[in-house]
């Protein structure tokens, strides 16, 4: 995954009522916070520069450690069918495809949903590196504007796409 760089991102999450919850991040950070009577929970980490590998653990009565994580810019790619057309179906598509190895560029797609109220969470894809087999089902349009991102900028990307034709963008 990729978290976005030199901010104070949130974490969250559900733990038993009135459980301890820490998170530590590997660039030096690191908070903890008690969860909710209803068992939800929520804090705040300063992000470090871009770069990377990181690892943030998050501890309580369970453990998670997740790994490889990159600090840089992350972008949602929402809209309806325009960015809903994937790199697949773009001109040139299996010279793109083929040539479509950045590690340092993270695709995340948001399973399709609607919904008349915010959402706590949401079905999708899990991030992955953008390669030759990652690519090829993500939006064209949010992939090549990750992609002049990444060159131009040289820092980590993170695209996250929630695209669904035909719908209101709320």
Excluded: H
Excluded at 88 to 115: C, F, H, M, W
């Amino acid at each position: 995954m990729v978290v976005q760089c030199q901010t104070t991102a949130t974490f969250w999450g559900w733990a038993d009522p009135d459980e301890r919850i820490s998170v530590t991040a590997s660039w030096g950070e690191r908070a903890a916070t008690r969860a909710t009577a209803d068992g939800e929970w929520k804090l705040r980490l300063k992000t470090p520069k871009a770069g990377g590998p990181f690892t943030i653990a998050i501890g309580g009565s369970n453990a998670l450690e997740l790994r490889n994580v990159l600090a840089g810019e992350v972008w949602l790619c929402s809209g309806q069918s325009n960015m809903e057309m994937t790199v697949s179906g773009a001109a040139n598509a299996r010279d793109e495809i083929a040539a479509a190895a950045y590690p340092q560029i993270r695709l995340l797609s948001v399973k399709l949903a609607t919904a008349t109220e915010p959402q706590k969470e949401c079905q999708g894809t899990r991030w992955a590196p953008c390669s030759p087999s990652s690519v090829g089902s993500f939006t064209a349009v949010g992939y090549f504007f990750g992609r002049k991102l990444y060159q131009d900028l040289k820092v980590p990307i993170g695209l996250i796409n929630s695209s669904y034709g035909g719908t209101c963008i709320e």
